[in-house]
């Protein structure tokens, strides 16, 4: 529900309007706008230590073909299950029913269980899903085998997906603690957690790769859990939790298959990235996502809450929310850009300079926004409308879309700007 606004300590009452975004002709309460810029700074500066696993282990990377067009869907997994999540916890706790309670037919319990089977079984898909995109793109040569997709999916991203999954926890904790909005944090943070953690955990998993029959048995066992898994809910009297998984697989995997797209058009364009782009990717991808996730799960929480009308043109609260994830976009951008210079420098690479980098940012991340604002908000729209849960669904929706356009703008970006 709206919150009544609060001058800032120390400001007199009629300075204090002048704190909030332009004068408050954005309406959001100041600690909105604290709490959602101090998520996405934080989660662009880890991004930018993904990006570096990613530059460090571009050899690696390269000697098992087809795993680089997998990065950005096993990165996108992470965001689409947990933020979802947070989404649902978030809800939960404006409408009263959230509690602490970690038995399975609990809120939270079912919500845990139905998000690690998600991750589990979109995994699998993935790993099915990439090696058919590996074949195509091996022109001849040798892609990694399903096995190989399978152990990388499932072992890599069950570690991710448990730190992310107390990263969540950790996050709601907080939130109740100290008045946080989870709607304001829970994208940025989760991405965060996600850049943090996935591709390290994807890189230690290909140890497993490439080993024969050790890889396949690995592979056969971790599958067969996950089919299990999907068994043994199917079966039991969790209501909650099978809604969640029925309503969120499909678009899981279709969002996953897009995410693929967006690594074939990585992977095509990989000889033009330099060293400062490898770096610079997953925070570009991720914080265009994480946009998406604060207003989707702004819209979302709305919808429950029955303060959002459901027409064409937004109004009132959902044009609110959307003009206050535009104003968040500009200053997040430039701060990615910044952040990625700053590294370069320190590491000794070359870049096309602070102001160059800031030009190609900003003109694919602003052109993202608009696109994010569109998503959010009528995919919400059509989520309702088929009677189904926005929580579950806003952000996959919205990455989904952003994967490939987001990957396509960058590249874009650089052509029109003649950076390489």
């Known amino acids: 529900m709206a919150r009544r606004p609060l001058p800032r300590r120390g400001l007199s009452p009629l300075l204090a309007p002048a704190w909030r975004p332009l004068g408050g002709f954005l309406g959001p309460h100041r600690d909105d706008v604290v709490q959602s810029l101090a998520a996405l700074a934080f989660s662009a500066i880890t ?56 038995r399975a037919d609990s809120v939270l319990g079912q919500n845990i269980v139905a998000a690690m089977i998600n991750s589990m079984a979109a995994g699998l898909a993935l790993a099915a899903i990439a090696e058919v995109f590996a074949l195509s793109v091996a022109d001849g040569g040798d892609a990694l085998g399903i096995d190989d997709f399978v152990v990388i999916s499932l072992i890599g991203g069950m570690i991710a997906s448990i730190v992310v999954l107390v990263t969540t926890l950790g996050l709601t904790v907080a939130s109740v603690r100290f008045d946080w909005d989870l709607d304001n944090v829970t994208a940025p943070l989760v991405t965060a957690a996600g850049d943090l953690i996935t591709l390290p955990a994807l890189v230690a998993s290909t140890a497993l790769v490439a080993r024969g029959g050790t890889t396949t048995i690995i592979a056969a066992m971790s599958a067969g859990a996950t089919i299990l898994s999907l068994l043994i809910l199917a079966r039991s009297s969790l209501d909650s939790a099978k809604r969640i998984v029925i309503e969120s697989l499909p678009v899981l995997v279709a969002a996953g298959l897009l995410s693929l797209g967006a690594g074939l058009a990585i992977e ?22 994480a946009l998406g996730g604060i207003l989707s799960n702004r819209l979302s929480t709305k919808v429950h ?38 590294t ?75 950076v390489t």
């Open 47 to 102: 991004s930018v230590v993904a990006g570096l696993t990613l530059a460090s282990r571009e050899a690696q990377i390269a000697s098992l073909p087809g795993l680089l067009l997998f990065v950005p869907a096993a990165i996108a997994l992470r965001g689409n299950v947990f933020g979802p999540f947070g989404s649902r916890l978030s809800t939960a706790l404006q409408t009263g029913t959230f509690s602490w309670s970690l």
């Open 268 to 289: 095509a364009a990989e000889s033009k990235l330099s060293w400062v782009m490898l770096v610079l990717l997953p925070g570009y991808l991720g914080t265009a996502g």
């Open 344 to 418: 370069a420098a320190i590491a000794g690479e070359s870049t096309p300079g602070l102001g160059m980098l800031l030009v190609v940012v900003l003109t694919g991340g602003l052109g993202v926004t608009l696109l994010v604002l569109a998503i959010a908000y009528y995919g919400t729209l059509a989520v309702v409308r088929f009677g189904l849960d926005p929580d579950n669904l806003g952000i996959p929706i919205v990455t989904a879309s952003l994967d490939v356009v987001g990957a396509l703008s960058l590249i874009g970006a650089l052509i029109l700007w003649q």
């Open 305 to 342: 809450l029955g303060l959002i009308d459901r027409t064409p043109l937004p109004s009132g609260t959902a044009r609110t929310d959307m003009a206050f994830t535009a104003a968040l976009a500009l200053p997040i951008f430039a701060f990615l850009a910044l952040v990625a210079q700053l």
